[in-house]
């Protein structure tokens, strides 16, 4: 009987110490899945974090162009350098023109200086696409495909374009002619959109003075610019051997573009051109580089320039 008392207690104490070691197993379990989710959710919130970072790294919201620039204490520019007289370098090789001093009157009435960039006109757009500068100055227009990407100034100046011909040639006499002619141009430009409009055949140039080196030579037959370009090419080489037969009906505006989404930056510069204007920078600029008063706002706003 005795064993068999002390066989049951012992059963008893080993269920009781086995009841009480699974139950501790199971808080420890518990206790353990529980620390675990809770390492897991604080991994989930640091991984979460370090996304919201690289997202703000690759993908950084834009700072407003106007802020950005008078933190620089600059206004990058991109312009040609080889377009005169809107932007030439001088006999010093100072870069200089018409749209070159626009920009630095602007920069000023921005309270920054001005820095340029040089490139040819085909890569002006895309290095602004690019953000290589924050604007470019050098006869602009806002055709519709430069609108989707970018805001453009109010016009700072307008001029009427030209077409261009060998002085031997006779045959075309009117830009309605243009079609299926060989015309000396930038790819990219309005002058070109024109001539494409036109059913003209593009030859692809760096710039106005080979296009008109093309025309004299004969490798083209005609090419299309501004008058204003023209006239300041003839004042340097009267002898070339090309001459004007036709004039664009309308005058054709120049506004600076920059990026979208820069309402501060889009009223300050339009509010720069017009203090430009009404103290007489623009008129005074106009005068000295083109050698006519170009700088009034034009009606059309829909005719645009380069």
């Given at each position: 009987m005795n064993s068999w008392l002390s066989l049951s207690r012992a059963a008893t104490a080993a269920n009781t110490s086995v009841t009480t070691a699974a139950a501790t197993a199971a808080n420890a379990a518990t206790a353990s899945v529980r620390q675990g989710a809770r390492k897991l959710a604080k991994s989930a919130a640091l991984l979460s974090a370090l996304g919201l970072v690289a997202a703000a790294i690759l993908n950084p919201a834009q700072?407003?162009?106007?802020?950005?620039?008078?933190?620089?204490?600059?206004?990058?520019?991109?312009?040609?350098?080889?377009?005169?007289?809107?932007?030439?370098?001088?006999?010093?090789?100072?870069?200089?023109?018409y749209d070159v001093e626009v920009g630095r009157a602007i920069a000023a009435e921005l309270g920054v200086k001005a820095e340029f960039v040089e490139s040819p006109w085909d890569s002006l757009i895309a290095g602004l696409d690019a953000k290589r500068y924050d604007v470019v100055i050098n006869q602009v227009g806002s055709t519709p495909d430069r609108r989707q990407k970018f805001d453009f100034s109010q016009p700072y100046t307008s001029v009427k374009g030209v077409l261009l011909v060998n002085q031997k040639n006779n045959e075309l006499t009117s830009l309605e002619q243009l079609k299926g002619h060989?015309?000396?141009?930038?790819?990219?430009?309005n002058w070109g959109q024109i001539v494409t409009g036109l059913g003209g055949e593009i030859v692809g140039v760096q710039g106005f003075d080979q296009a008109v080196q093309l025309v004299a030579s004969g490798r083209a037959e005609a090419t299309v610019n501004s008058e204003i370009a023209w006239n300041d090419y003839l004042s340097v080489k009267p002898n070339v051997p090309v001459k004007v037969v036709d004039r664009t009906k309308e005058s054709l505006n120049s506004e600076?573009?920059?990026?979208?989404?820069?309402?501060?930056?889009?009223?300050?510069?339009?509010?720069?051109?017009?203090?430009l204007r009404d103290d007489g920078t623009l008129s005074e600029?106009?005068?000295?580089?083109l050698h006519v008063d170009l700088s009034g706002k034009e009606v059309d706003s829909q005719a645009e320039a380069k």
């Amino acid at each position: 009987m005795n064993s068999w008392l002390s066989l049951s207690r012992a059963a008893t104490a080993a269920n009781t110490s086995v009841t009480t070691a699974a139950a501790t197993a199971a808080n420890a379990a518990t206790a353990s899945v529980r620390q675990g989710a809770r390492k897991l959710a604080k991994s989930a919130a640091l991984l979460s974090a370090l996304g919201l970072v690289a997202a703000a790294i690759l993908n950084p919201a834009q700072a407003e162009l106007l802020d950005d620039i008078q933190a620089k204490g600059k206004i990058v520019i991109g312009t040609e350098g080889v377009y005169a007289p809107y932007t030439y370098h001088d006999e010093q090789n100072n870069l200089t023109g018409y749209d070159v001093e626009v920009g630095r009157a602007i920069a000023a009435e921005l309270g920054v200086k001005a820095e340029f960039v040089e490139s040819p006109w085909d890569s002006l757009i895309a290095g602004l696409d690019a953000k290589r500068y924050d604007v470019v100055i050098n006869q602009v227009g806002s055709t519709p495909d430069r609108r989707q990407k970018f805001d453009f100034s109010q016009p700072y100046t307008s001029v009427k374009g030209v077409l261009l011909v060998n002085q031997k040639n006779n045959e075309l006499t009117s830009l309605e002619q243009l079609k299926g002619h060989k015309v000396a141009t930038t790819i990219t430009s309005n002058w070109g959109q024109i001539v494409t409009g036109l059913g003209g055949e593009i030859v692809g140039v760096q710039g106005f003075d080979q296009a008109v080196q093309l025309v004299a030579s004969g490798r083209a037959e005609a090419t299309v610019n501004s008058e204003i370009a023209w006239n300041d090419y003839l004042s340097v080489k009267p002898n070339v051997p090309v001459k004007v037969v036709d004039r664009t009906k309308e005058s054709l505006n120049s506004e600076i573009p920059f990026h979208k989404g820069n309402p501060k930056f889009a009223a300050a510069i339009d509010q720069a051109i017009n203090k430009l204007r009404d103290d007489g920078t623009l008129s005074e600029l106009s005068l000295k580089f083109l050698h006519v008063d170009l700088s009034g706002k034009e009606v059309d706003s829909q005719a645009e320039a380069k």
